[in-house]
Structure formats: structure tokens, C-alpha cells
T-cell receptor, first 111, second 114 residues
């Protein structure tokens, strides 16, 4: 079973920041938080990952709470092309831990 | 750089027929994964290869599913015979090795069993 909880769907206006929450209250000390997204008719695409500190790359920012029990993916200026299902995943970076996808959050960007 | 290539993109067959899916991973990627994605669900891992060796096939229904990765590059996933419940998208992914953060996914093969 997935170790994360996400809202099934969210809407965001084009040009605004999209903030996607994720709860992972049972996360272990050696587990990272990963985000992937899946645009319609495509395979999942890696976005970002982090352990404790906030992370930023060209696609998004990841904010992890101090207790690491939840996180938020931020798309700073959402466009219509960001419409997708976003998956929050926790996994260990070492060993045989698998990526277990939940149902994700379906993000609709509204024009 | 070319991404993960899968073929065919779409396949429609009648139940009890065999079907095969092909995957060509990113050059140099040692780890290859096959996932199945049912409608409205996230992908589920079927099998993982480290080079030629299948190191995790616990979720592969072995009575009808088989996979191979000869020479540690391309891989084929086969279903024989197909059942109605096998209708899904079959995704292939690869990574540099199992410890690497990023898995790169192909576009998938959408299988419809009638």
C-alpha cells in the first residue's frame, strides 16, 4: 500500500501557484519524499525529491515540514501544460525499496 | 538523448490470445522495470531487472505472464493467454541502477482485451 495520502483532485488558475499537499505521517528516517506527475497518455515523469530540507529545481519546489509528516509540492506559475496527475511517494534511496504509487492528485489548471 | 521506447502503443486482442510488449531502455541504464496501470490507479510494479537478472518478480502473475531481458538491454513482456482483466496500460521504465533516484518511463502500451 502507498504510504502517502493526497487529495483526489484540485483546481488552480493558470498563472497562479499550485500547491499540492501530501501526508506521510509514517515516514521513516531513511525515506525520501518523491514527486512524479503523469500527463494524459504519457508515462510518469520525475519532478523532484527531498529528505529534510526544502528543495527547488526548474520544475517545482518541495516544502517538507520539520517533523517530515507532510510536504507540499509547489508549481510557482501553473500553465495548462501542468494539468496532470501528481503522485507523492516515499521510499528509501538505498536497498530494494520499491516506488509504490497511490492514486495521486488530479490537478486541473483552469484558463 | 532518446527516452524509453515502447511498442506497440496500442494493442487490441480477443481473450485467450497471446500478446507481447517490447521495451528499449535508455542507453546505459542497467535497471529495467515493467509496471501495469489500471484505469484510475497508479502504476504497479510487475517485475524489475538488474541487467539480465530478474531481481523482483513477486507481483508478476506467473501462470500467464512472462518476461525476459536478454543481453541486459531490450525487454519483452508477454501474456499468454490474455484475460479480460488484463486490459490496462503496461509501462516500462529504466534507471541507471536501483539506487538511483530517477526512473524514466516510456509512454506505455495500452492493451484492450475483448
Amino acid at each position: 500500500d502507498a504510504k502517502t495520502t493526497q487529495p483526489p483532485s484540485m483546481d488552480c488558475a493558470e498563472g497562479r501557484a499550485a500547491n499540492l499537499p501530501c501526508n506521510h505521517s509514517t515516514i521513516s528516517g531513511n525515506e525520501y519524499v518523491y514527486w512524479y506527475r503523469q500527463i494524459h497518455s504519457q508515462g510518469p515523469q520525475y519532478i523532484i525529491h527531498g529528505l529534510k530540507n526544502n528543495e527547488t529545481n526548474e520544475m517545482a519546489s518541495l516544502i517538507i515540514t520539520e517533523d517530515r509528516k507532510s510536504s507540499t509540492l509547489i508549481l510557482p506559475h501553473a500553465t495548462l501544460r501542468d494539468t496532470a496527475v501528481y503522485y507523492c511517494i516515499v521510499r528509501a534511496s538505498w536497498g530494494d525499496d520499491k516506488i509504490i504509487f497511490g492514486k495521486g492528485t488530479r490537478l486541473h489548471i483552469l484558463p | 538523448e532518446a527516452g524509453v521506447v515502447q511498442s506497440p502503443r496500442y494493442k487490441i486482442i480477443e481473450k485467450k490470445q497471446p500478446v507481447a510488449f517490447w521495451c528499449n531502455p535508455i542507453s546505459g541504464h542497467n535497471t529495467l522495470y515493467w509496471y501495469r496501470q489500471n484505469l484510475g490507479q497508479g502504476p504497479e510494479l510487475l517485475i524489475r531487472y538488474e541487467n539480465e537478472e530478474a531481481v523482483d518478480d513477486s507481483q508478476l502473475p506467473k501462470d500467464r505472464f512472462s518476461a525476459e531481458r536478454l543481453k541486459g538491454v531490450d525487454s519483452t513482456l508477454k501474456i499468454q493467454p490474455a484475460e479480460l482483466g488484463d486490459s490496462a496500460v503496461y509501462l516500462c521504465a529504466s534507471s541507471l541502477d536501483r539506487r538511483t533516484d530517477t526512473q524514466y518511463f516510456g509512454p506505455g502500451t495500452r492493451l484492450t482485451v475483448l
